[in-house]
């Protein structure tokens, strides 16, 4: 049986009232001693301990102890929801309705990221149910926020079993025609959210995707389709994650950072990648009814061999740049600036249906 525990996480202003407000805290716990822990900033994913094959639980997602941590390194978004659309928008701008619609320009003023300057990530996120597996947390975005048409309701249900499935089920309703590509972005490891980068060289990894979406210098879509067969880029089969990021290490990346073309049918949720680490015999499924996977190793961390200050996470722990990685569920990027795309348009009156399930495990160690 699962238990949810509440308690208090800290203070933080809520940058949509500009008021004092406090972050509560929702652990998920089955009889095992696998647990998620959920915030209301940001609806955060800001732990998840799962046991190896002795049993030994570890944190296997990158976070902080306190909002202090997640303030002073908020360009991460670890752990965080991304919202109202995930990745890149091109120039900030594209066209709903026949009309052209100007987003925040927070990347390098040039480009929309994650929502903007005040993404789902900043906010705080109402509580509206508790239940016996989990909890749901409710945002309300304004019509015009971040220049984004029509207020928007989103709802997520975190929720959690005893095989082992941590499940997100991201619902959004909107009063007026918009744009909408909501996300996750947590960084994990399956040695330990702390075990840096050697570990996950370690990890073998598989996506079930044949094509990946082809970027620009900038990482924004080019509008085509790259076929993986032959390249570092394919991981149809379980692969060494290792091998792969020695092939790559010499590209602009070093690593990477790319979306993945999975392509699972209308209203089914399907396995669309799988990661195992040997070493500690733990495993992590992604199933999704999503289209794309955003894969990246944490390149953009601070560096081990340019001597960069590490990122102080939870207990302690540095994290470092490709001591981690992302799969993250979500439609293509860009996708208003390419109709090829599948589409993020949202009318009243439809359900922005949203749904994965992580499921974690451990299988018995090799000799």
């Not at 702390?194 to 900038?218: C, P, T, W």
Request: net charge positive; aromatic share 8%.
């Amino acid at each position: 049986m699962v238990r949810v525990i509440e308690d208090m996480f800290g203070i933080a202003v809520n940058p949509m009232t500009q008021k004092t407000d406090r972050v509560r805290r929702f652990t998920l716990i089955t009889e095992r001693g696998m647990s998620v822990s959920i915030l209301t900033m940001g609806a955060i994913i800001q732990s998840l301990k799962v046991p190896d094959f002795n049993g030994k639980l570890e944190d296997v997602c990158l976070g902080y102890d306190d909002v202090a941590g997640y303030y002073r390194n908020q360009q991460y978004f670890f752990g965080a929801t991304i919202g109202r659309m995930a990745n890149r928008t091109a120039h900030g701008r594209f066209k709903l309705c026949g009309k052209e619609v100007s987003v925040s320009r927070n990347l390098r003023d040039r480009h929309h990221q994650n929502g903007g300057f005040v993404g789902f990530d900043s906010v705080i996120w109402d509580v509206v149910g508790v239940h016996k597996d989990g909890v749901t947390l409710q945002h309300i975005s304004p019509d015009g926020h971040e220049g984004y048409p029509g207020e928007l309701t989103t709802n997520i249900n975190f929720s959690l079993n005893e095989t082992g499935c941590f499940g997100m089920r991201i619902e959004a309703r909107t009063k007026a025609t918009t744009a909408v590509n909501i996300s996750n972005h947590s960084f994990f490891n399956l040695a330990g959210h702390g075990a840096g980068r050697d570990s996950l060289y370690q990890h073998m990894l598989m996506i079930k995707a044949q094509k990946i979406v082809d970027v620009d210098q900038e990482l924004l879509p080019t509008g085509k389709l790259m076929r993986v067969r032959t390249t570092p880029y394919d991981f149809s089969s379980l692969v060494s994650l290792g091998k792969r990021l020695n092939q790559v290490s010499t590209c602009p990346l070093g690593g990477f950072d790319n979306h993945f073309c999975v392509d699972i049918p209308p209203n089914r949720v399907q396995l669309v990648a799988r990661v195992v680490h040997p070493c500690s015999g733990r495993f992590m499924e992604v199933h999704t009814n999503q289209p794309g996977l955003q894969f990246s190793t944490a390149n953009h961390l601070p560096s081990e061999d340019s001597s960069d200050i590490p990122i102080s996470g939870k207990d302690g722990s540095n994290y470092v740049r490709q001591g981690a990685f992302t799969l993250q569920t979500q439609k293509y990027p860009d996708a208003m600036n390419h109709c090829d795309f599948p589409s993020v348009v949202l009318n009243p009156g439809q359900l922005y249906d949203h749904q994965v399930v992580y499921r974690f495990g451990s299988c018995p160690k090799r000799v």
